[in-house]
């Protein structure tokens, strides 16, 4: 007679399925955090479309390339997961599942970086105009348009006087309508 002890891990009262690998999933874990913390302190790999010596459009440059930063940060997430489901073997129906998601999200956020990359590259225009509404981040002038500001949250109060109904504001505005930058519109007498 022979007697095999088998190792099993419960979690909540419940049996984990033998088949999870946690080594490897703590391994595919971990470098989704190191290549998160990486991209967020990825400096700009390319040149931007704003003229770097005016203090506005470099603003402007530094909030976008934030937008960048952040969609890297997305694929940084998803990326490892797919490695993960083509090395391992596990089970076949998860291992599908697991690269079907993971695949679905590195091509929608590889999609985000490109939208962020383009706004980047491009070359900003200078909008101004009275605002007329503001609705969290998104600000509506008197032209007609609509933007969304995608300032730090020191900047962001830092426009609180001026970015109100009335006010008169000069923003840098990306191709896709982000506001990089803002200030208020000098007196005009």
Not at 128 to 154: A, I, N, P
């Amino acid at each position: 007679m022979t007697v095999a002890a088998q190792r099993t891990l419960r979690i909540a009262g419940r049996v984990v399925p033998a088949d999870i690998r946690f080594g490897r999933v703590a391994l595919t874990l971990a470098a989704s955090v190191a290549l998160v913390v990486l991209a967020l302190h990825l400096p700009p790999f390319m040149a931007s479309g704003a003229d770097l010596a005016d203090s506005g459009q470099r603003g402007y440059a530094r909030n976008i390339w934030q937008e960048t930063q952040t969609s890297l940060a997305l694929v940084a997430v998803v990326l490892p997961w797919v490695v993960y489901g083509l090395l391992w073997q596990g089970a076949p129906w998860g291992r599908r599942l697991l690269l079907a998601v993971a695949t679905a999200g590195v091509v929608l956020s590889t999609w985000f970086i490109l939208l962020s990359v383009q706004s980047y590259a491009a070359l900003p225009r200078q909008v101004s105009g009275v605002v007329v509404r503001v609705e969290g981040r998104t600000v509506w002038l008197s032209d007609g348009g609509s933007y969304y500001l995608v300032l730090s949250e020191t900047e962001l109060q830092t426009a609180q006087p001026w970015l109100r109904i009335g006010g008169s504001v000069i923003m840098w505005v990306s191709p896709r309508g982000h506001a990089g930058a803002v200030a208020p519109a000098p007196d005009v007498r």
